[in-house]
Nanobody, 123 residues
Framework: VQLQASGGGLVQAGGSLRLSCAASGRAASRYAMGWFRQAPGKEREFVAT????????SYADSVSGRFTISRDNAKNTMYLQMNSLKPEDTAVYYC?????????????????WGQGTQVTVSS
């Protein structure tokens, strides 16, 4: 499975962005997926995860209520709608997939990673 993240950019605080993660591979639509982020000088952290059906989702406390994860299995694409962005959301955002159908919040449970897309929120 190959993952391609896109949609990052520069936005002012309070603004919105939508990230996309396109997955290739026959089984990709059956995999749970997630978003992680890494700010300069910090460790990679969990943002959101979604099961293969989309019926189960989980968010980090820091983004709950502002970010929404979704997926379109017909297009093999996952999304992260980010609203009310804050400067502390600035990071490289990575999409990931795991070979099972259920959600996971730890990066070590993911088998495939995209290249990352930069999100910068100015104050």
């Amino acid at each position: 499975v190959q993952l391609q993240a896109s949609g990052g950019g520069l936005v002012q605080a309070g603004g919105s962005l939508r990230l996309s993660c396109a997955a290739s591979g026959r089984a990709a639509s059956r995999y749970a997926m997630g978003w992680f982020r890494q700010a300069p000088g910090k460790e990679r952290e969990f943002v959101a995860t979604i099961s293969w059906t989309g019926g189960s989702r989980s968010y980090a406390d820091s983004v709950s209520g502002r970010f929404t994860i979704s997926r379109d299995n017909a297009k093999n694409t996952m999304y992260l709608q980010m609203n009310s962005l804050k400067p502390e959301d600035t990071a490289v955002y990575y999409c990931a997939a795991r070979r099972v159908t259920g959600v996971a919040t730890y990066s070590r449970y993911y088998d495939f990673w995209g290249q990352g897309t930069q999100v910068t929120v100015s104050s």
